[in-house]
């Protein structure tokens, strides 16, 4: 069942134990025995909310955690449960294996970037493939919106040029993950956005410049005009 950023944002809260917003102490250091899956594409929908920071995870294959306290084998069992996962739990000489997986891309939205990176540490630990960007504020206003998706990685050699570090900076300003690995001279430059993700400008003109630069680079692209375009 799909279910809504506000109703993730509920759901995550309800899953942090301590004060001030931070992963419980037994979540935090993650004491479950990996069984680990892989990933491939999925798919899901933002909308224009510009609220703290938002996350993107996806587990589409079963994960298995294997563990001795029951206790914590309920607090994991429990905290993917609210994150929209299918949870399966299996006690047996004395010990539990926690297993679960969310079969497509979903996003949950935290407070601030702290929380966030609290947040994708433990994802990232338990299994899930995670994606967090850090859009530019000045993206978050204007009447037209510009949604941009691209759920695989695009992969480039890069240069080290001028325009190889313009097109870096714009792809992280607007709100992509991007990887660059640079070495021998040269850089490898990785960067998707699994989920859908939107940018907001001052007018039509700026919108269709930002599209077709969007679905150069390879993302897919949609298109919201403003009020006075209709």
């Not at 929380?115 to 978050?140: C, I, N, R, T």
Request: hydrophobic letters at 35%; glycine letters at 8%.
């Amino acid at each position: 069942m799909k279910v809504s950023k506000m109703m993730f944002a509920m759901a995550v809260c309800a899953a942090i134990s301590l004060a001030g917003g931070s992963l419980s102490a037994q979540e935090a250091g993650h004491e479950g025995h990996d069984h680990a899956g892989h990933d491939h594409d999925g798919h899901d929908h933002g909308d224009h909310a510009h609220r703290g920071e938002t996350l993107a995870f996806y587990l589409p294959e079963w994960k298995s955690m294997h563990f001795d306290d029951a206790n914590k084998a309920a607090q994991h069992a429990a905290t993917v449960k609210k994150l929209g996962c299918e949870v399966k739990q299996d006690s047996h000489d004395g010990h539990t294996d926690v297993t679960y997986r969310i079969a497509q891309w979903k996003e949950m939205e935290v407070k601030d970037h702290k929380m966030a990176e609290q947040w994708a540490g433990w994802l990232s630990k338990s299994g899930f493939d995670v994606s967090h960007a850090h859009p530019d504020p000045a993206y978050a206003k204007g009447p037209e919106v510009v949604e941009f998706r691209m759920v695989k990685w695009k992969r480039m050699h890069g240069d080290g040029s001028a325009n190889e570090k313009q097109m870096i900076d714009t792809l992280k300003k607007v709100g992509a993950e991007v990887r660059v690995d640079s070495h021998d001279g040269h850089s490898d430059i990785a960067f998707r956005a699994p989920t859908w993700r939107d940018v907001h400008v001052a007018n039509h003109k700026t919108a269709d410049q930002l599209m077709g630069w969007l679905k150069q680079n390879g993302f897919e692209t949609r298109h919201e005009y403003g009020d006075h375009d209709h």
